[in-house]
């Protein structure tokens, strides 16, 4: 039994006897390693090791949340956390009701941060190697980082559950130059801990320097509307910022204006139009078995034909919204109370082809790959990593990376193809509250928007 | 700390143990009410060595456990980079006060009060209006030590109010907001609010703009969000030396508004990015960038100012927990003498831009900026008649600050890491959403 178990065990056992509604306790401990290139040569690497916790307590409404490296001294946080809660509350604490659960939850992957740092270097100079054969590059930047974690969660409910995670992440990026003009081009790689998947990409690598030389000639878009078609990687991307962030419960429940706005069967999208969250599919960078608040993961359709059908909780918003809770609740590490956050996020396959989205649009935009993105609840943008014209329904000149903005009440609306080749991404983090990055998969098939706003000159 | 230092020692040629401690008492509001109250203790400590002419490092949360540490960093060096710096021996430090003792004794009573108070404020104006709210305080103290004898401690205090609202009307949404910092309690809420009060009066009308280029200020908040990530880019000694920053050559030309007046300033008294020494512990400078137009110089931090060349300018920086790299501190830009009423009655046809979102998501390095404008104003006449929305600007900062029409005569801090004051360009590229597509 390592040291974090049998602390955590110890504190499970007492976290009964405080007089507080409720109570939980998470420790973690983690270890990562991370290499980074800038230009030619290996620029950093490093190792890390961490052990800490939190104690979050719930008092009539109110919550105290208390977060230590040190494990001693724990009962002493446990009640620093009671009395702050019991300073904020002031009404009837609501949280919905979930089963105790005692479990173990072991990593299915082999531990990524145990690879020997020599194979992790070595394929990352191949691939460095093949970005610097590229002529015209200035420079290329490669960031590799790794983790291993285990969480013991225990609640004054009875819960107890250890649960071990890994992950990478591999972002690539080349610059090239000519004169004063300078042009990058990225590639953002994750997975679960499986080291193999990030293993021979080498074709793509080279296809991503190719890329950031042929943007030195490319033109920038004209600004305006276009008919945007959007590749599975962005359209992730977009189903993210366009609607993933509003059906987090937290920003509507003690909001009444826009509780009504969000009603469930209000009508957002094409009958077509299917959206769903779930950390309950094996091995993407989103899933889990329990979420921060030791909640089942369930798969969530947010969106049905249309229509708004769920959205996002943890335990407090679902109570107070009388609604289900989905096990959404996730803190990046130990510093941070569990928020609610999405997990893997997607639209569901349709039947048109790539030809029939394209086949009849005159003059459009195809936007694919991503740079980032971004929304204010009801207005978003993302940003693709590649652009190119539509004439005639043919892909016809490269442009410079595109902007692209909407707003939730009208853009879903305007999607009018949905393709039937649905692909998840696992190169995202999710930031939101000051809590980034935090891993998430977004997917979708190719998707069709009319009357998308594109920034340009 | 000494102890894992003299056990480095035996294993590396150079080493240098940076460890730094954190407290930090959040009190948030969310939905107009009080929410939370957090209470966050972190401590950490980093080992960096040079083995056999190589850097390797490691970090802990476990001070207890040296021979770890020490291990791991000796495995990275095996691959880590060549070291071409020498670690500071024992130097004075400037006197740069960022430490009041009086933020510790404000109580979470208080802290409570100074939130209600500013979300009454707020929600007097327009009774609508849904705040989240935040009050913080918080110290760190940071020691550095080294095989060379180089030391250095400092404590500093930190504290924060800050308030972001929203109001729907349908689904129209706007938001407003504002946080201010400081080494000082921050006691009175009255500053933030009038921010706030004043962006929910611009905003009260709509206002339709359409697609072309036209005259636009940047306010402060739009200075941060727009401009300023290409710069802090371009001038880093980093970006420099790999040849992907559009000015690393031209260091003593003029290629912005000879109007244009820009430094770092970490010794700033208590000022939350202010500190005595960067993480390296070399002294903190205030280094000019820009200069009536000219590139000035470029940030360093020891490693990158040895591969340059030159001397670190004492800011290397270990944000995000890693090998120390040359970042900012806070990026000063020189008041100007118009008014920003002037700026604005000068205006036949303009934009203001307070928040631009999603700006730093294209290509950063080359200076291109796009993005929704997510709190603007229309000017017509001399006039702000109204918000816009639907919106999108884009531009390149190189060439937007070109030419420069005026700067304002009163700078404001931004997130901690920026002042500056208005600036006043003649042309930027704007596209809207044509009418007939709202719903």
């Given at each position: 039994?390592?040291?974090?178990?049998?602390?955590?065990?110890?504190?499970?056992?007492?976290?009964?006897?405080?007089?507080?509604?409720?109570?939980?306790?998470?420790?973690?401990?983690?270890?990562?390693?991370r290499?980074?290139?800038?230009?030619r040569?290996?620029?950093?690497?490093?190792?890390t090791?961490?052990?800490?916790?939190?104690?979050?307590?719930?008092v009539?409404?109110?919550?105290?949340?208390?977060?230590?490296?040190?494990?001693?001294?724990?009962?002493?946080?446990?009640?620093?956390?009671?009395?702050?809660?019991?300073?904020v509350?002031?009404?009837?604490?609501?949280?919905?009701?979930?089963?105790?659960?005692?479990?173990?939850?072991?990593?299915?992957?082999?531990?990524?941060?145990?690879?020997?740092?020599?194979e992790?270097?070595?394929?990352?100079?191949?691939?460095?190697?093949?970005?610097?054969h590229t002529?015209?590059?200035?420079?290329?930047?490669?960031?590799?980082?790794?983790?291993?974690?285990?969480?013991?969660?225990?609640?004054?409910?009875?819960?107890?559950i250890?649960?071990?995670?890994?992950?990478?992440?591999?972002?690539?990026?080349?610059?090239?130059?000519?004169?004063?003009?300078?042009?990058?081009?990225?590639?953002?790689?994750?997975?679960?801990?499986?080291?193999?998947?990030?293993?021979?990409?080498h074709?793509?690598?080279e296809?991503?320097?190719?890329?950031?030389?042929?943007l030195?000639?490319a033109?920038?878009?004209?600004?305006?509307?276009?008919?945007?078609v959007?590749?599975?990687?962005?359209?992730?991307?977009?189903?993210?910022?366009?609607?993933?962030?509003?059906?987090?419960?937290?920003c509507?429940?003690?909001?009444?204006?826009?509780r009504?706005?969000?009603?469930?069967?209000?009508?957002?999208?094409?009958?077509?139009?299917n959206?769903?969250?779930t950390?309950?599919?094996?091995?993407?960078?989103?899933?889990?078995?329990?979420?921060?608040?030791?909640?089942?993961?369930?798969?969530?359709?947010?969106?049905?034909?249309g229509?708004?059908?769920?959205?996002?909780?943890?335990?407090?918003?679902?109570?107070?919204?009388?609604e289900?809770?989905t096990?959404?609740?996730?803190?990046?590490?130990?510093h941070?109370p569990?928020?609610?956050?999405?997990?893997n996020?997607y639209?569901?396959?349709?039947?048109?082809s790539?030809?029939?989205?394209?086949?009849?649009?005159?003059?459009?935009?195809?936007?694919?790959?991503?740079?980032?993105?971004?929304?204010?609840?009801?207005?978003?943008?993302?940003s693709?990593?590649e652009?190119?014209?539509?004439?005639?329904?043919?892909?016809?000149?490269?442009?410079?990376?595109v902007?692209?903005?909407?707003?939730?009440?009208?853009?879903l609306?305007?999607?009018?193809?949905?393709?039937?080749?649905?692909?998840?991404?696992?190169?995202?983090?999710?930031?939101?509250?000051?809590q980034?990055?935090?891993?998430?998969?977004?997917?979708?098939?190719?998707?069709?928007?009319?009357?998308?706003?594109?920034?340009?000159? | 700390?000494?102890?894992?230092l003299?056990?480095?020692?035996?294993?590396?040629?150079?080493?240098?143990?940076?460890?730094?401690?954190?407290?930090e008492?959040?009190v948030?509001?969310?939905?107009?009410?009080?929410?939370?109250?957090?209470?966050?203790q972190?401590?950490?400590?980093a080992?960096?060595?040079v083995?056999q002419?190589?850097?390797?490092?490691?970090?802990?949360?476990?001070?207890?456990?040296?021979q770890n540490?020490?291990?791991?960093?000796?495995?990275?060096?095996?691959?880590?980079?060549?070291?071409?710096?020498?670690?500071?021996?024992?130097?004075?430090?400037?006197?740069?006060?960022?430490?009041?003792?009086?933020?510790?004794?404000?109580t979470?009573?208080?802290?409570?009060?100074l939130?209600?108070?500013?979300?009454?404020?707020i929600?007097?104006?327009?009774?609508?209006?849904?705040?989240?709210?935040?009050?913080?305080?918080?110290?760190?103290?940071?020691?550095i030590?080294?095989?060379r004898?180089?030391?250095?401690?400092?404590?500093?205090?930190?504290?924060?109010?800050?308030?972001?609202?929203?109001?729907?009307?349908?689904?129209?949404?706007l938001f407003?907001?504002?946080?201010?910092?400081?080494?000082?309690?921050?006691?009175?809420?009255?500053?933030?609010?009038?921010?706030?009060l004043?962006?929910?009066?611009?905003a009260?009308?709509?206002?339709?703009?359409?697609?072309?280029?036209?005259?636009?200020?940047?306010t402060?908040?739009?200075?941060?969000?727009?401009l300023?990530?290409?710069?802090?880019?371009a001038?880093?000694?980093?970006?420099?030396?790999e040849?992907?920053s559009?000015?690393?050559?031209?260091?003593?030309?003029?290629?912005?508004?000879?109007?244009?007046?820009?430094w770092?300033?970490?010794?700033?008294?208590?000022r939350?990015?202010?500190?005595?020494?960067?993480?390296?512990g070399?002294?903190?400078?205030r280094?000019?960038?820009?200069?009536q137009?000219?590139?000035a110089?470029?940030?360093?931090?020891?490693q990158t100012?040895?591969?340059?060349?030159?001397r670190?300018?004492?800011?290397?920086?270990?944000?995000?927990?890693?090998?120390p790299?040359p970042a900012?501190?806070?990026?000063?830009?020189?008041?100007?003498?118009?008014?920003?009423?002037?700026?604005?009655?000068?205006i036949k046809?303009?934009?203001?831009?307070?928040?631009?979102?999603?700006?730093?998501?294209?290509?950063?390095?080359?200076?291109?900026?796009?993005?929704?404008?997510l709190?603007?104003?229309?000017?017509?006449?001399?006039?702000?008649?109204?918000?816009?929305k639907?919106?999108?600007?884009?531009g390149?900062?190189?060439q937007?600050?070109?030419?420069?029409?005026?700067?304002?005569s009163?700078?404001?801090?931004?997130g901690?890491?920026l002042?500056?004051?208005?600036?006043y360009?003649?042309?930027?590229s704007?596209?809207t959403?044509?009418?007939?597509?709202?719903l």
């Amino acid at each position: 039994m390592t040291h974090i178990e049998a602390v955590g065990r110890q504190l499970a056992e007492a976290l009964k006897g405080y007089s507080a509604d409720y109570i939980e306790v998470h420790l973690e401990e983690s270890q990562t390693s991370r290499i980074t290139y800038r230009g030619r040569e290996l620029e950093s690497i490093g190792k890390t090791s961490a052990i800490g916790g939190n104690v979050r307590a719930l008092v009539r409404g109110g919550w105290g949340f208390v977060s230590f490296n040190s494990l001693n001294e724990l009962p002493s946080r446990v009640e620093l956390a009671v009395k702050q809660a019991q300073f904020v509350g002031n009404e009837e604490s609501q949280l919905a009701p979930v089963e105790p659960v005692a479990d173990t939850v072991s990593s299915k992957d082999k531990d990524p941060v145990a690879v020997p740092l020599a194979e992790k270097k070595q394929l990352l100079d191949e691939y460095n190697d093949i970005i610097w054969h590229t002529p015209r590059i200035q420079t290329s930047i490669i960031s590799y980082g790794d983790s291993h974690k285990k969480v013991i969660f225990s609640n004054s409910s009875g819960s107890y559950i250890e649960q071990e995670s890994s992950g990478i992440t591999l972002r690539l990026a080349a610059v090239a130059t000519e004169g004063s003009e300078v042009q990058q081009v990225g590639l953002s790689l994750g997975s679960n801990g499986d080291f193999s998947l990030i293993q021979g990409l080498h074709h793509q690598v080279e296809q991503m320097a190719q890329r950031a030389v042929e943007l030195l000639s490319a033109p920038q878009v004209k600004g305006g509307e276009y008919t945007v078609v959007l590749d599975p990687v962005l359209a992730g991307v977009f189903v993210h910022e366009a609607f993933g962030h509003l059906s987090e419960a937290d920003c509507v429940y003690e909001d009444d204006r826009l509780r009504e706005i969000m009603v469930l069967g209000r009508k957002f999208g094409g009958a077509e139009l299917n959206i769903v969250d779930t950390a309950a599919i094996p091995r993407l960078r989103g899933s889990y078995k329990y979420d921060d608040e030791g909640v089942p993961a369930t798969k969530t359709y947010l969106i049905r034909e249309g229509k708004l059908v769920g959205r996002l909780h943890s335990r407090e918003t679902a109570a107070k919204m009388k609604e289900k809770p989905t096990g959404n609740a996730r803190a990046i590490n130990y510093h941070y109370p569990p928020i609610v956050r999405m997990t893997n996020t997607y639209i569901e396959p349709r039947s048109a082809s790539f030809d029939d989205i394209i086949g009849d649009i005159k003059e459009g935009v195809y936007a694919k790959n991503w740079y980032g993105g971004m929304t204010s609840m009801e207005m978003f943008t993302f940003s693709a990593g590649e652009a190119y014209m539509i004439r005639n329904g043919k892909l016809a000149e490269t442009l410079r990376p595109v902007v692209l903005t909407g707003n939730v009440f009208t853009t879903l609306n305007n999607i009018d193809a949905i393709g039937n080749d649905l692909e998840m991404n696992q190169g995202g983090g999710c930031g939101k509250g000051g809590q980034s990055p935090l891993p998430v998969s977004n997917g979708s098939p190719h998707i069709r928007i009319r009357h998308c706003l594109v920034g340009g000159r | 700390m000494e102890n894992i230092l003299a056990h480095a020692k035996r294993v590396a040629e150079a080493a240098e143990v940076f460890m730094v401690s954190s407290e930090e008492t959040p009190v948030q509001f969310e939905a107009n009410r009080l929410k939370h109250i957090q209470s966050k203790q972190s401590t950490s400590v980093a080992l960096r060595i040079v083995r056999q002419g190589k850097i390797g490092y490691a970090t802990t949360t476990e001070l207890g456990d040296s021979q770890n540490l020490v291990n791991n960093a000796v495995e990275t060096a095996e691959f880590g980079m060549t070291a071409k710096f020498e670690l500071p021996a024992l130097t004075f430090y400037p006197k740069v006060e960022v430490f009041d003792p009086t933020v510790e004794s404000v109580t979470i009573d208080e802290m409570a009060k100074l939130g209600e108070e500013l979300i009454t404020t707020i929600r007097g104006h327009t009774s609508d209006i849904v705040c989240e709210a935040g009050v913080t305080k918080g110290a760190i103290s940071v020691h550095i030590i080294n095989s060379r004898g180089g030391q250095a401690d400092y404590k500093q205090s930190i504290f924060s109010l800050g308030i972001e609202g929203h109001l729907i009307r349908d689904t129209d949404m706007l938001f407003v907001g504002e946080s201010q910092s400081s080494c000082h309690p921050l006691l009175e809420p009255k500053a933030v609010a009038e921010v706030v009060l004043q962006q929910l009066e611009l905003a009260k009308n709509r206002a339709a703009i359409p697609t072309k280029s036209m005259p636009v200020i940047f306010t402060p908040d739009g200075v941060a969000s727009a401009l300023i990530p290409p710069l802090m880019a371009a001038f880093n000694g980093k970006i420099v030396l790999e040849g992907a920053s559009p000015i690393g050559s031209k260091l003593g030309q003029p290629v912005f508004d000879e109007k244009l007046w820009l430094w770092d300033d970490p010794t700033i008294a208590y000022r939350p990015e202010s500190r005595p020494c960067d993480d390296e512990g070399i002294p903190s400078q205030r280094t000019p960038l820009i200069e009536q137009g000219t590139v000035a110089n470029f940030l360093y931090d020891l490693q990158t100012a040895a591969l340059a060349h030159t001397r670190s300018t004492g800011n290397g920086s270990r944000n995000g927990g890693g090998l120390p790299a040359p970042a900012p501190s806070a990026f000063i830009i020189a008041p100007g003498s118009t008014t920003f009423d002037e700026m604005v009655n000068d205006i036949k046809e303009g934009l203001v831009i307070e928040q631009l979102m999603g700006a730093t998501q294209g290509n950063i390095l080359g200076g291109d900026f796009s993005g929704n404008v997510l709190l603007g104003y229309k000017v017509e006449s001399g006039k702000i008649v109204g918000r816009v929305k639907d919106t999108m600007v884009s531009g390149n900062v190189y060439q937007l600050l070109k030419q420069i029409i005026a700067i304002g005569s009163d700078a404001k801090w931004v997130g901690g890491f920026l002042k500056t004051p208005h600036l006043y360009c003649p042309s930027l590229s704007i596209a809207t959403k044509e009418p007939q597509n709202y719903l």
